[in-house]
T-cell receptor
């Protein structure tokens, strides 16, 4: 299993540009989430999904869109990038099994918005 | 919504000493409390977790304690080693046994173990 994969690893955007961060998992996990990590602020939840076709907002959803058309994929879209969205983005997944709560994180995408 | 506070933000200990990191949460309905370790440039990885029906859990040199009444939980690392140096995050969720997937993290503690 590849686990949770993210592309790209690094990205530089100009203010106003749009892009999609890709996330995929091959563990058949129902739950997937996007976090952003900023110095001194920990990991903040952007959006999450409890299954294909179901998404909900996290702590900091503004400026981001998500969709979940398949179990495997959970892309994060930046509609009009702003310097405040410069961050490291982590995708995570976990099974919906009652006894297993561990979240598995992807390697991260480092995004810089100029 | 849930809010998780974590202290201290930085912690420096001598190799072999113990380290304690503390977190408080605001939502009394939270029932699952994991701890993640993140080494420099790497992804966070789960090191230990505890459910609200348990007061303490231990795994070798790592232990977690939970006080539901005070809404506190702590990570204890004994006999620290240089490879324990990393950022540690606590988190809280109402997700154990249910459909809620919202895991709220603390702001992290940078632990430095001096040889």
């Amino acid at each position: 299993n590849a686990g949770v994969t993210q592309t790209p690893k690094f990205q530089v955007l100009k203010t106003g540009q749009s892009m999609t961060l890709q996330c995929a998992q091959d563990m058949n996990h129902e739950y997937m989430s996007w976090y952003r990590q900023d110095p001194g602020m920990g990991l903040r939840l952007i959006h999450y999904s409890v299954g294909a076709g179901i998404t909900d907002q996290g702590e900091v959803p503004n400026g981001y869109n998500v969709s979940r058309s398949t179990t495997e994929d959970f892309p994060l879209r930046l509609l009009s990038a702003a310097p405040s969205q410069t961050s490291v983005y982590f995708c995570a997944s976990r099974t919906g099994t009652r006894r297993a709560n561990e979240q598995f994180f992807g390697p991260g995408t480092r995004l810089t918005v100029l | 919504g849930e809010n998780v506070e974590q202290h201290p933000s930085t912690l420096s200990v001598q190799e072999g000493d113990s380290a304690v990191i503390k977190c408080t949460y605001s939502d009394s309905a939270s029932n699952y409390f994991p701890w993640y370790k993140q080494e420099l440039g790497k992804r966070p990885q789960l090191i230990i977790d505890i459910r609200s029906n348990v007061g303490e859990k231990k795994d070798q040199r790592i232990a977690v304690t939970l006080n539901k009444t005070a809404k506190h939980f702590s990570l204890h690392i004994t006999e620290t080693q240089p490879e324990d140096s990393a950022v540690y995050f606590c988190a809280a969720s109402k997700g154990w046994g249910g459909a809620t997937n919202k895991l709220i993290f603390g702001t992290g503690t940078l632990l430095a173990v001096q040889p």
